[in-house]
């Protein structure tokens, strides 16, 4: 990308060498015809009344040669000063690209500061160059780092927190550019400690948060289908709209965190603690609540068609159905429930 601006800029500096020359000759042909002009019409019989008459001519000549001689000027100027801004331009571009260059370098070191320095190093990036359009460019490199293996034996060596400072990164440059595109789909952040984030606008069907700390997380109408929640920590977490169909939450706690109209189709959520959460007109379609803590929850106008609530503890629950019975059963077709209204599934 930078490459292709840089040799645009060397053609657009190549043409501007010969546009001088072309309006210092227009206007030499220019200024030779109108004074031949004067001559022919001297030379052919022409008099004049009187000096006054020829005085005039003589100006208007003279005129006429001085606007074209400052408009050629003033254009001479210009292109001077535009070859100026694209040899700044070049200068901007190559400075650019060997910024990029060497953060780059720095995410593949081995080392857990020099990694950590390529992070901060991508993101000031383009804090120093918000008018370029190569954000994309850095988010995705942020993200490959991201996805990157962990450090495992005789695997890549990076630590946890290069990965946590790297989705750190992406949340304030998603902020302040929401159009990039920020792929963190079937990426491995379990365990991370992610509480406080705003990741509702990346992608994270299929990731895996296991045992992640993502209390109070901002993830309203995130996609999060399939996604590997076992474990989390998603205490006051904000999944309003959220798609978390077929995701996992295996003793997930998810007290006080608000999942209104969220998508729980097909979801496990055996074991997980909901206590105080609120769930209202959240469409939770055959999803497995077995042993959920449900303790002062909020289920109204929620869509719990083939739900199981087996074991599950449901005291001070508000909903618009006796749920007693059915904590009792392992069934999953309560006929009094009302009709499934299963949203369309996002493909991985």
């Not at 003589?58 to 694209?86: N, P, Y």
């Not at 999803?287 to 106008?301: N, Q, R, V």
Request: net charge negative; hydrophobic share 45%.
């Amino acid at each position: 990308m930078t490459d292709d601006n840089g040799r645009l800029t060397r053609a657009r500096l190549a043409l501007a060498r010969w546009i001088p020359l072309a309006l210092w000759t227009l206007f030499a042909l220019l200024a030779t015809a109108t004074l031949f002009a004067i001559v022919y019409w001297f030379f052919n019989g022409k008099t004049f009344a009187s000096a006054d008459n020829l005085a005039e001519v003589a100006k208007a000549a003279v005129t006429s040669i001085g606007v074209m001689a400052g408009g050629a000027g003033a254009a001479v100027a210009l292109r001077r000063q535009k070859i100026q801004e694209d040899q700044a331009q070049l200068s901007k571009d190559a400075l650019f690209s060997d910024r990029y260059r060497q953060a780059i370098d720095q995410l593949g070191s081995e080392s857990t500061k020099v990694q950590l320095g390529g992070v901060y190093a991508l993101e000031r990036l383009l804090a120093d160059n918000v008018d370029r359009d190569d954000a994309q460019a850095v988010v995705n490199a942020l993200t490959a780092h991201v996805r990157s293996p962990r450090r495992e034996e005789g695997k890549v060596h990076q630590e946890p927190l290069e990965v946590v400072v790297a989705v750190e990164a992406l949340d304030r440059i998603k902020r302040r550019r929401p159009y990039v595109e920020v792929d963190l789909r079937r990426a491995n952040l379990a365990g991370l400690h992610l509480a406080g984030l705003r990741l509702a606008g990346f992608l994270l069907v299929g990731t895996n948060f296991e045992g992640a700390n993502l209390r109070g997380a901002r993830l309203a109408g995130a996609q999060l289908s399939a996604a590997n929640l076992q474990n989390a920590d998603l205490f006051g977490a904000d999944l309003r709209e959220a798609n978390l169909s077929e995701a996992s939450l295996v003793g997930a706690f998810l007290a006080e965190a608000s999942l209104t109209e969220a998508n729980l189709t097909f979801a496990d959520l055996t074991r997980v603690t909901l206590y105080d959460a609120d769930l209202s007109r959240a469409v939770i379609y055959d999803s497995d609540l077995t042993g959920a803590i449900l303790m002062g929850a909020t289920l109204l106008e929620a869509d719990l068609s083939r739900v199981c609530l087996s074991g599950a503890s449901i005291s001070g629950v508000r909903a618009d159905h006796d749920l007693q019975e059915w904590t009792m059963t392992t069934q999953r077709t309560p006929d009094h429930f009302p009709p499934a209204k299963v949203p369309a599934l996002v493909p991985a």
